[in-house]
């Protein structure tokens, strides 16, 4: 888990929001399995979401997630057919935060597996993408909204690694980010991928040479 160097896209994160303290900047895992967690949404009207009440993709289930701001994804049993959840065949979808002037609206973004407890991931999500390729669905990403510093986003990232099965060396986490550090350089953690809860979970930080850090976590059928 040696820091890198960031990508391009990470020098969007203007001063103004590294400045803000991110409260509960980590994932809170959800009960996919038994608590009803993944149902469907309120009252969707045929072709809102799938014949098993996942989010559609189509145009009407694009509309529904707009006004919910709720995306369910079964990664259960997978392979997951793309066509099935209105999604095209090969490419990226995009579901941007509403921007609604008093206030941004963001996503609750679930993910299903099929293992451990929680048995999936739960989390807010300001921004999230579904790969797809060769007619399934290869990957779902969720950006937390904002930036935190180091210290808090590793620590929970350290907390939700028994829950998903990631390993990591504390130690070297600190020798590479203060070598970056001293080298004035941006750099990034990466946790995972593990699969404990039915799903490939990877969480990466995109570390700022300030010390604050965005979030994002990939989400693959394993």
């Given at each position: 888990?040696?820091?890198?160097?960031?990508?391009?896209?990470?020098?969007?994160?203007?001063?103004?929001?590294?400045?803000?303290?991110?409260?509960?900047?980590?994932?809170?895992a959800a009960v996919l399995i038994g608590n009803g967690l993944g149902g469907p949404a309120p009252k969707p009207t045929a072709g809102q979401v799938t014949e098993l009440n996942w989010s559609s993709f189509?145009?009407?289930?694009?509309?529904?997630?707009?006004?919910?701001?709720?995306?369910?994804?079964?990664?259960?049993?997978?392979?997951?057919?793309?066509?099935?959840?209105?999604?095209?065949?090969?490419?990226?979808?995009?579901?941007?935060?509403?921007?609604?002037?008093?206030?941004?609206?963001?996503?609750?973004?679930?993910?299903?597996?099929?293992?451990?407890?929680?048995?999936?991931?739960?989390?807010?999500?300001?921004?999230?993408?579904?790969?797809?390729?060769?007619?399934?669905?290869?990957?779902?990403?969720?950006?937390?909204?904002?930036?935190?510093?180091?210290?808090?986003?590793?620590?929970?990232?350290?907390?939700?690694?028994?829950?998903?099965?990631?390993?990591?060396?504390?130690?070297?986490?600190?020798?590479?980010?203060?070598?970056?550090?001293?080298?004035?350089?941006?750099?990034?953690?990466?946790?995972?991928?593990?699969?404990?809860?039915?799903?490939?979970?990877?969480?990466?930080?995109?570390?700022?040479?300030?010390?604050?850090?965005?979030?994002?976590?990939?989400?693959?059928?394993?």
């Open positions: 888990m040696s820091p890198k160097r960031r990508p391009a896209w990470v020098g969007w994160i203007p001063a103004a929001i590294l400045a803000v303290v991110i409260v509960g900047v980590g994932v809170t189509t145009e009407e289930g694009l509309e529904y997630i707009a006004t919910d701001r709720q995306v369910r994804i079964d990664f259960a049993n997978p392979p997951v057919d793309a066509a099935a959840l209105g999604l095209p065949a090969d490419g990226t979808l995009a579901l941007e935060p509403i921007d609604n002037l008093d206030t941004v609206l963001e996503y609750d973004l679930i993910v299903s597996g099929a293992g451990e407890y929680p048995g999936g991931i739960r989390f807010t999500a300001a921004r999230v993408e579904i790969d797809t390729a060769g007619g399934l669905v290869t990957a779902v990403r969720g950006e937390v909204a904002g930036a935190a510093p180091f210290r808090d986003v590793l620590a929970q990232l350290e907390g939700d690694a028994s829950t998903y099965g990631w390993v990591y060396d504390r130690g070297q986490i600190f020798a590479d980010v203060e070598a970056a550090t001293r080298a004035g350089e941006a750099y990034q953690l990466v946790f995972g991928p593990a699969d404990r809860v039915g799903l490939n979970v990877q969480a990466t930080a995109f570390c700022e040479t300030n010390g604050f850090c965005a979030l994002t976590y990939e989400m693959t059928p394993r």
